[in-house]
């Protein structure tokens, strides 16, 4: 019998595909519990000031059960610090709950929460809630507050220092032969998945079960224990199903406690549902921000110097930034570099994760200026690029884990076309200018901040069951880990079922910065492989057993079968071998720890290529067609991948063109809050895509070799559009989206 294929790295279907096709598959608003009462938010209608009064009997008369605000909301009992989710810790999105005074940070602040029996009631009474302030001018954008600007010690939660160098930057700029001096401008950007937040919490006497919609049912776990002032072990979470995330639920926005908090206040079970227009005000954005590059070289056009400094806006509690800088200052082992994040306070709420948090803004720079150095050689922005790419981390001197970036640079550029390039501004379809562009990606790999476990049981029937405290927010978790299971447990993939999405099983940290893959995936192997060595045990120990007396090393499981490596013919079923000792199941809880090997530094790369047409009198952009080739470590599921890809790609087709929320001086609301004012890509805007994987070995990441891909596929995307409009039109554009008013 010869062994089946191996499953990792199959384009399988989706396990769960049937259910969300058919309506099965129940996200955290459809969940049924009885007799719940609807909670709906009443957020402020100034940006900033104090909150002077309230008046809520109109919406008691219209049907409000109950409604809650400085004046009757029990304060939380403690204020976690921020925390990135993924390390695995409380994860609040800021360090601000609501409610707890009367000042007033930002517009849409909650000021009240509704409860009534219905949905629909507590719509039509949060209505009726009329609020006084005494009103401040509102901060909302950078040119108000650059006189404001500060350096702190640090951003990201602390986690990564504001200022940063290596090398002598300005002696590098003093003796360049070709120096590039531009400044980036990138609107604020909101998450808007297809599911608005949503949280419901029921109690059973001190312990309480909250349905939410996270990326990190733990992170909801912890933040809600320490804000309620209880155990950890009272706290059960649950999603099902999560219709998107893209990083607004990955932090833990106060809406998560407020349902279990009012909850046992009421005494009966509470959803909390934001709408579309809070979702703006309620689960953090990506922050408006200017980037300042300056990129040198030597006469051969290597980079020998690069000054990236950025400022941005924050919240008034904390000092919060996307890490833009990290990996432009890695991606070309350029000697002498010099980074800085400054920030101004403004009447906002704390920026957070938005996907490619920090590099999808950060390269686009750097990309760019890189197409312009390229102009001022004269040379080929492709070859430029290969020219300097180094094969080590510049900060540490360590090689890539993997590397793969010239792979997918030639690669991409060869299914693109790229030699048949014309010059800047010659190549014409009618009356469209058409240009073609390039930019590449890199990602760090990071890795959590504790173990990640899994729970694996076989059952004396044969069957598999997998359990992972992780959850199915669109990536293909369950498919991909039960391709995973398979392989290392030697199962068929009809005999398992991989269950997820509560705190009741073994703890994975929150599924953000493209960690999902590798940590799940890791935790997963380790305990299949530990359950088939557990049955390998019982079998050699068996005397009834064909495999009495082996070595362990000398059986192998396949397709739901031991069998003798050296003879095939020589097999136990799995099932048999549980029947004949007794046993109606195994079971193990299977770990991972981070690696701490020193010697590498660990990073993913790719690269996109973009074709646009660009109408020079209407100045209509159009992307025609998108190349990418990506080196993600290993796949465990192509179809999965290249969906996570095509959804990044186009992700970064709206972050050249369409996306960006602006802000309203008068009062600090945003003026498009809404599906229908920001912009985003329809079909009718998506282009044709051509998507490539290459697969690079990596030894040092975690068991199989996992770096994940959700965040890389949207890096390059935007800056090799943004390239393509200036081969088009011969102009450098450096605000971010590009409008029609910028090319007519």
């Not at 056009?301 to 919060?320: A, C, E, I, P, V």
Request: aromatic residues 6%; glycine residues 10%.
């Amino acid at each position: 019998m010869s062994a089946p294929a191996k499953l990792v790295g199959q384009g399988l279907d989706r396990v769960d595909g049937h259910a969300k096709v058919t309506g099965a598959a129940r996200f955290t608003a459809e969940i049924p519990m009885p007799n719940a009462a609807y909670g709906v938010l009443v957020g402020a209608e100034i940006g900033s000031g104090t909150l002077t009064s309230i008046e809520t009997a109109a919406a008691l008369r219209a049907g409000a059960v109950a409604v809650y605000t400085h004046e009757n909301l029990p304060k939380v009992a403690a204020q976690p610090p921020l925390v990135p989710s993924g390390f695995g810790q409380a994860a609040p999105g800021q360090t601000f709950f609501p409610m707890q005074d009367t000042t007033i940070h930002y517009f849409g602040q909650p000021i009240a929460v509704v409860i009534a029996d219905t949905f629909e009631v507590a719509q039509h009474a949060a209505s009726l809630i009329e609020a006084t302030y005494q009103a401040q001018p509102a901060l909302v954008r950078l040119d108000d507050g650059r006189d404001q600007a500060f350096v702190p010690d640090a951003i990201f939660a602390g986690f990564v220092p504001a200022t940063q160098s290596r090398g002598d930057f300005a002696t590098a700029a003093a003796q360049a032969a070709h120096t590039v001096d531009a400044t980036f401008h990138f609107a604020a950007n909101h998450h808007n998945p297809i599911e608005c937040s949503v949280t419901a919490a029921m109690w059973d006497g001190d312990s309480v079960t909250v349905y939410d919609a996270t990326q990190g049912i733990v992170a909801s776990q912890l933040t809600i224990a320490a804000h309620l002032g209880i155990s950890p072990s009272k706290v059960r979470v649950i999603a099902d199903y999560v219709g998107g995330g893209f990083g607004a639920k990955a932090m833990i926005w106060p809406h998560v406690t407020l349902a279990p908090m009012l909850a046992r206040e009421l005494g009966r079970p509470l959803r909390v549902i934001l709408n579309r227009e809070q979702m703006f005000y309620g689960t953090g954005l990506r922050e408006e921000q200017e980037q300042r590059v300056t990129l040198v070289c030597d006469a051969d056009g290597r980079f020998t110097g690069l000054r990236h400094h950025k400022l941005s806006m924050t919240s008034h509690f904390d000092n919060w930034a996307e890490p833009s800088l990290e990996v432009a200052s890695k991606a070309y082992g350029i000697p002498h570099w010099e980074g800085q994040y400054r920030l101004i306070k403004g009447n906002t709420m704390t920026p957070t994760f938005m996907r490619g948090p920090g590099e999808a803004s950060g390269m686009v720079a750097l990309e760019c200026a890189i197409d312009e150095l390229a102009g001022e050689l004269g040379a080929d922005p492709v070859e430029l690029r290969l020219r300097n790419h180094a094969a080590v981390d510049p900060e540490s001197g360590n090689p890539w884990s993997s590397d793969g970036y010239a792979d997918c640079l030639q690669l991409a550029a060869e299914r693109f076309g790229w030699a048949d390039r014309q010059p800047i501004g010659k190549h014409v379809d009618g009356n469209w200018l058409i240009g073609w562009g390039v930019g590449t990606a890199g990602y760090p790999h990071y890795d959590p901040g504790q173990p990640q476990r899994a729970h694996a049981r076989l059952r004396a029937d044969g069957s598999l069951v997998v359990q992972a405290g992780t959850q199915e927010f669109g990536t293909g978790v369950a498919t991909a880990m039960s391709q995973v299971a398979c392989d290392a447990m030697g199962m068929p993939f009809d005999r398992i079922r991989f269950e997820i999405g509560s705190t009741d099983y073994p703890n994975i940290a929150a599924t953000v910065g493209s960690m999902g893959a590798g940590m799940v995936s890791a935790a997963v192997h380790n305990a299949c492989a530990d359950l088939l060595a557990q049955l390998v045990s019982i079998a050699v120990d068996d005397a009834n057993s064909p495999l009495h007396g082996r070595k362990p090393a000398e059986i192998e499981g396949v397709a739901g079968q031991l069998r003798l490596v050296a003879d095939p013919s020589k097999v136990d079923s799995y099932s048999d071998v549980l029947t004949r000792n007794h046993l109606t199941d195994i079971e193990t809880i299977g770990s991972w720890t981070p690696s701490a090997e020193a010697g590498f530094a660990k990073m993913s790369f790719g690269a996109q290529f973009a074709e646009v047409a660009v109408d020079p009198e209407l100045g209509l952009v159009r992307v025609r067609r998108m190349v990418g080739a990506y080196a993600p470590g290993r796949v465990l599921n192509t179809k999965l991948a290249r969906s996570q890809v095509l959804g990044g790609m186009n992700w970064g087709l709206s972050q050249a063109l369409m996306e960006g929320t602006l802000p309203d001086t008068r009062d600090g609301r945003w003026a498009n809050p809404s599906l229908l004012e920001y912009l985003l890509p329809v079909n009718a805007d998506a282009p044709e895509v051509d998507i490539s994987f290459v697969e690079v070995p990596d030894s040092v990441v975690n068991p199989l070799g996992v770096k994940g891909i959700g965040e890389l596929g949207m890096i390059g995307a935007a800056a090799a559009i943004i390239n393509a409009v200036h081969h088009a039109t011969g102009r450098h554009l450096r605000d971010i989206p590009l409008r029609i008013e910028h090319l007519i």
